[in-house]
């Protein structure tokens, strides 16, 4: 079965430093890799995604990932965070089990970006 | 958030009521989601249906039923909830197969008492 794990509940970062929200996961097959951002009180927001080509994909909001195959990751990256980047960050695989399309999400990373 | 909308935004009920919970997409999507999100859980998927037809069902309880009368309406109907199903109910939409993103909705935050 496919998965994701997100290893931190939260990460904070002072602003205007760089930011990494972690991701592994765990696939057969070639990975379909998301990653989804939740503000208070919203819906889930899609940031990026990996499909196939370049290890790097870049986002919404000036974030990108970094799909690393050999370690299984695909780590979400900011070079400078704002303060206004805080929120519930998910990463989720693509799966098609049973034949139908739908995603596995990690448990979540809290980014608290600091003044 | 624009492309699917979901009401109420909020809703309150008692354990004998009996409510219903709305998402519409604007986006010509094929494929909905309900999704349940509870306090430090995981996203738990809820329902999947594809051309008004549902193809998955997590096990969900019965006194949650989704109706999906074409491609851009669905509906979860509650009744005889319990205080844990206290979350917020989250659709979204996509492409059938395809290698799109899902797209979602704000959520219906939803307190039983």
């Known amino acids: 079965a496919q998965s994701v794990a997100q290893p931190e509940d939260q990460v904070n970062v002072a602003e205007g430093n760089p930011l990494t929200v972690k991701c592994t996961y765990s696939?057969?097959?070639?990975?379909?890799l998301f990653w989804y951002v939740q503000y208070p009180n919203r819906g889930l927001q899609f940031l990026l995604k990996y499909i196939t080509g370049d290890n790097l994909v870049k986002g919404s909001y000036g974030f990108e990932a970094e799909f690393n195959k050999s370690q299984t990751s695909f780590h979400l990256k900011k070079p400078s965070a704002l303060v206004s980047d805080s929120a519930l960050y998910f990463c989720a695989v693509r799966d098609m089990t049973g034949g139908y399309n739908k995603l596995i999400f990690g448990a979540g990373t809290r980014l608290a970006v600091h003044p | 958030e624009t492309g699917v909308t979901q009401t109420p935004r909020h809703l309150v009920m008692g354990m004998t009521n009996k409510k219903s919970l709305k998402c519409e997409q604007h986006l010509g999507h094929n494929a909905m989601y309900w999704y349940k999100q509870s306090a430090k859980k995981p996203l738990e998927l809820m329902f999947v249906y594809s051309l008004e037809e549902r193809v998955e069902n997590n096990s969900v309880p019965s006194r949650f039923s989704p109706e999906c009368p074409n491609s851009s309406h669905l509906f979860l109907h509650l009744h005889t909830l319990q205080p844990e199903d206290s979350a917020l109910y989250l659709c979204?939409?996509?492409?059938?197969?395809?290698?799109?993103?899902?797209?979602f909705g704000p959520g219906t935050r939803l307190t039983v008492l």
């Open positions: 696939v057969s097959g070639n990975p379909y």
């Open positions: 979204a939409s996509s492409s059938w197969g395809g290698w799109d993103e899902q797209f």
